[in-house]
């Protein structure tokens, strides 16, 4: 897998270096911020024991440079950081009290396109590496007397990917407002044990192209 995303993120950036050469300066820097929901998927858990927060606040920056390509065509190349909140869950036997956390964020590195049609709408899409940082926290506390029974943490990296698409509308030549799907594929290894899983993310994104 990470062969197969090394050899596609080459590919869009020799892409782009030749639409560079071919376009000359028909491009344009650009600053991407977004803020949306997370959702941890971790499938069904019912009967288990424990509750689960699977949802949460997540934030996202980009940086890039993006080239005309013609025909309403743009690509570009994205470099950035993203926080996609936290996965808490609890349990409550009526004698113990038990809550973890794990937290994701970390760096990306990819390429994007846009497609513009209908006058100021466009189409785009997104892909590349995600360096996930994790961290697991967790304690256990008596409910009665409240003391704090145990307390263990964990932290985590690895490298993943992220993908998405959106929609979007340019306000003016140098700014545009889109909503966006991203689905971040998470892995990160500690002490030899791997952890692998993805989060989808819904969010509201500004651009700002100079």
């Known amino acids: 897998m ?16 030749a639409s560079a050469a071919a376009a000359g300066s028909n491009g344009a820097f650009f600053v991407n911020a977004g803020v949306g929901q997370s959702q941890y998927h971790v499938g069904h858990t019912d009967g288990l024991g424990y509750k689960l927060e699977d949802k949460d606040t997540a934030v996202a920056a980009r940086f890039g440079y993006a080239w005309k390509l013609g025909n309403g065509f743009d690509l570009g190349v994205e470099g950035g950081y993203a926080d996609l909140g936290k996965l808490v869950a609890k349990a409550n036997d009526g004698v113990t009290f038990a809550k973890s956390d794990l937290s994701t964020k970390g760096w990306l590195l990819g390429g994007n396109g846009k497609y513009h049609f209908e006058k100021n709408w466009y189409l785009s899409a997104r892909a590349g590496w995600y360096h996930a940082e994790q961290k697991a926290r967790a304690f256990v506390v008596d409910v009665e007397s409240g003391e704090t029974l145990g307390y263990g943490s964990a932290d985590a990296d690895g490298d993943g990917w992220y993908g998405g698409v959106g929609v979007g509308y340019d306000f003016a030549p140098n700014f545009s407002m889109g ?24 969010s509201l994104s500004a651009e700002f192209r100079f």
């Open 2 to 17: 990470n062969k197969i995303l090394t050899v596609a993120l080459g590919a869009a950036l020799a892409a782009a270096s």
């Open 179 to 202: 909503l966006n799907y991203d689905n971040y594929h998470a892995k990160a290894e500690t002490d030899g044990v791997t952890d692998e899983g993805s989060v989808g993310v819904f």
